[in-house]
């Protein structure tokens, strides 16, 4: 819980999603408690969650609600928020196990994907993330592209993902808070799109040039992409980063595959261009210094450089993937 914290508070730094308070609840048995369990619902609905919107004065709205959860509890946080849309209007489900069978439901397709083709989407706002693994058992995997084929037909915002692993906790880490950027962009995506819907063209035309942002397609990751590069790209330019760029004043080389992940489309478009990531700046100065630390013999000057080394570790992994993280030097001396 520590780490998800730390990378919690990050992303609010960076403001990639608003302030937030997250609630972790550890099941005593996990086969009750997230299998289609009424009773949890109600604990999380009639219990828990008025007592941290009175303490904390949070936005009691459904879209500003958030139920995620890895396994079964992927399903749990789909049947919870189909039970209840008037409080849960986001949903992350990571390798979620919505193929599980509910007693006495005897309909070959899996409840969870029947429960959304019933309902009249006319009148529930789910916004949903859904991350699988390549390496699933089988009957997972074909539950999760039911269930995202189901949401599109219904016209619901979804996002859907499959990322190369299995069933593994490692991921779901990191998936969940793709999947928090994702949903944040996403909402604020079509409010954008709302309003450019509601103007007419002299009134496009002038928040368009005022943003800066060109429409290339309908498609909601396109808006996402330009929207969140645009203004990475102009605090950039106010910072005077590109001044000395050998490139500068020619255009950039982008791929013509968006992908929905901003930050994945980034690290692309910067690779292309011959300019490295941040994260990978970093991996290279870590390693510098640690060939310097294996050359140093002065004990003071070895614990300024562990001291700097390990600040620059932490950097480093609140901004890059679990299979990627790197080790804190250990002061033994």
């Not at 709205?61 to 409080?87: C, D, E, M, R, V």
């Not at 929905?260 to 994260?279: C, D, G, I, S, W």
């Not at 450089?305 to 901004?319: A, G």
Request: proline fraction near 4%; charge should be neutral; include cysteine.
């Amino acid at each position: 819980m520590q780490s998800i914290t730390k990378t919690l508070n990050y992303l609010i730094y960076e403001k990639e999603i608003p302030s937030c308070i997250a609630v972790a609840i550890d099941p005593v048995d996990r086969l009750e408690e997230l299998t289609y369990n009424d009773k949890m619902n109600t604990f999380l609905t009639k219990e828990l969650l008025p007592w941290i919107q009175a303490k904390y004065r949070l936005h009691q709205k459904a879209k500003h609600t958030t139920i995620a959860g890895f396994s079964l509890g992927g399903l749990a946080a789909f049947y919870a928020a189909l039970q209840n849309p008037h409080i849960f209007g986001n949903v992350l489900s990571m390798s979620g196990s919505v193929h599980w069978k509910k007693d006495d439901y005897e309909n070959t397709i899996p409840w969870i994907e029947n429960q959304i083709l019933s309902i009249d989407s006319n009148t529930t706002h789910l916004h949903s993330y859904i991350a699988v693994g390549e390496l699933e058992n089988e009957p997972l995997l074909t539950a999760n592209k039911r269930l995202y084929k189901a949401l599109e037909e219904k016209k619901y915002q979804t996002i859907y993902e499959e990322f190369q692993g299995g069933h593994d906790s490692v991921w779901w880490r990191e998936k969940l808070f793709d999947g928090l950027r994702v949903l944040e962009l996403t909402k604020t995506t079509l409010k954008n799109k709302k309003e450019r819907e509601s103007m007419n063209q002299e009134e496009l035309d002038k928040k368009l040039k005022k943003q800066e942002i060109l429409v290339k397609d309908e498609k909601v990751w396109s808006y996402t992409y330009e929207d969140h590069i645009s203004s990475i790209v102009k605090q950039a330019e106010q910072k005077g980063a590109f001044d000395h760029l050998p490139g500068k004043g020619k255009p950039l080389n982008l791929d013509k595959d968006l992908s929905y992940n901003p930050e994945k489309q980034l690290y692309r478009t910067l690779a292309n261009n011959h300019v490295l990531p941040r994260r990978i700046e970093l991996s290279k100065e870590i390693d510098d210094l640690k060939e310097k630390l294996k050359e140093n013999t002065n004990t003071a000057e070895a614990a300024d450089l562990i001291r700097t080394i390990n600040k620059k570790v932490l950097e480093h992994n609140l901004l890059c993937p679990p299979s990627a993280q790197k080790m804190r030097v250990k002061m033994d001396f």
